[in-house]
């Protein structure tokens, strides 16, 4: 054991003088008895003459470090920066074989992240394999979670697959896109995936969709399948949603879905939904009293023609009392009374305060 403590203080000045020195080191022998010879008479100043000496494993281990604190000194005293491909290598190389147990963990789910934006497309797809297997189980940790995210948003969309096929060859498509944390994923794999990737995840989600419009995470994975589904299946999410905008609708989930639907489908579409939704004259205040019903309620008005929503204003008037009293009824009876009095137009409605 080297008499370290007596011989040099633990102080910044000294330990920065004994680095310095450490380039002139030259270990004799780090198995048996040994002694670190100087170089030059600088070591001498700096640690002393003579070192006592003590078990291998702790010279080992002393050699160990000073040759890492020598190769840091000659780096910087030579002005040299290392590039970012040795530094992603390195990243990449130290949790090699331990992604899946690292990315469990609060600091771990942050290197594995590291990692995966530092790496090379190479890289990243050895280090994803580690997940293969465990995807639907890292869908629902609060730590994992973000290490798939991190995965679809650095890589190409096939090699998300195993996600996709983890999720559906159980028939967890529901259980995951209502989960707190899972849903992100079924929703950025559904914008990020080619359709045939996503056909059976799709399929899924539409058996269930009722359900998923009225859940609160569920109905993201509803409005990301009517922004980014095939033709078909949009036209499918809309006839369900029109066959059921009843229950749907006063949902506080639902009415988000609605917006969905009244926004990313086509113009005939939409009329045949508006339409579902002033049949009950209560629905439309029911929803202009809602969190984000202003605005459904407004293109709802602006999809239907002049005679039915002619009719759709008459309802909303009569349940103007009940509008004043809400904090949201209030912005769509302000929008009604600019419509009716003339200032607005149909088409303006959209854009009219909500």
């Known amino acids: ?150 995965c679809i948003s650095t890589m190409p969309a096939e090699s998300l697959q195993f996600m996709v096929d983890e999720i559906t060859q159980d028939d967890l498509a529901k259980k995951i896109a209502t989960h707190r944390y899972g849903g992100r994923i079924v929703q950025q794999l559904l914008a990020k995936c080619e359709a045939a990737q996503t056909r059976d995840l799709a399929e899924a989600l539409l058996q269930d969709a009722v359900a998923l419009c009225c859940h609160f995470f569920g109905s993201y994975a509803i409005q990301h399948l009517l922004e980014f589904g095939t033709a078909d299946q949009q036209y499918r999410c809309l006839r369900i949603i029109e066959q059921n905008v009843g229950s749907i609708a006063r949902s506080p989930s639902g009415v988000g879905v609605v917006g969905a639907a009244m926004q990313h489908t086509s113009s005939l579409d939409r009329i045949w939904l508006a339409r579902a939704v002033v049949q009950d004259p209560k629905l439309l205040p029911h929803l202009a009293q809602a969190r984000h019903g202003p605005g459904v309620v407004l293109q709802v008005m602006a999809a239907l023609p002049e005679r039915e929503r002619t009719r759709a204003c008459q309802s909303l008037a009569e349940a103007a009392d009940e509008l004043r009293t809400s904090r949201y009824g209030k912005k769509v009876l302000a929008c009604l009374e600019e419509y009716r009095s003339g200032s607005a137009e149909a088409g303006g409605f959209c854009a009219m305060g909500c």
């Open 1 to 150: 054991r080297f008499h370290l403590a007596a011989e040099v203080p633990a102080h910044p000045d000294t330990m920065a003088a004994f680095s310095l020195a450490l380039p002139l080191c030259v270990p004799n022998n780090i198995d048996g008895p040994a002694s670190f010879m100087p170089a030059s008479h600088g070591i001498s100043q700096a640690l002393g003459s003579e070192m006592s000496l003590c078990s291998s494993r702790k010279t080992q281990r002393f050699a160990s470090w000073s040759s890492e604190s020598c190769h840091s000194v000659q780096s910087t005293s030579a002005g040299e920066t290392e590039s970012e491909g040795p530094t992603s290598s390195r990243c990449v190389g130290s949790i090699v074989g331990f992604v899946q147990s690292l990315s469990y963990t609060p600091e771990g789910t942050r290197q594995v992240q590291s990692a995966l934006g530092q790496a090379s497309e190479i890289e990243r797809e050895l280090l994803v394999k580690e997940l293969h297997g465990n995807a639907v189980r890292a869908m629902r940790c609060p730590h994992a979670n973000h290490v798939l995210q991190k």
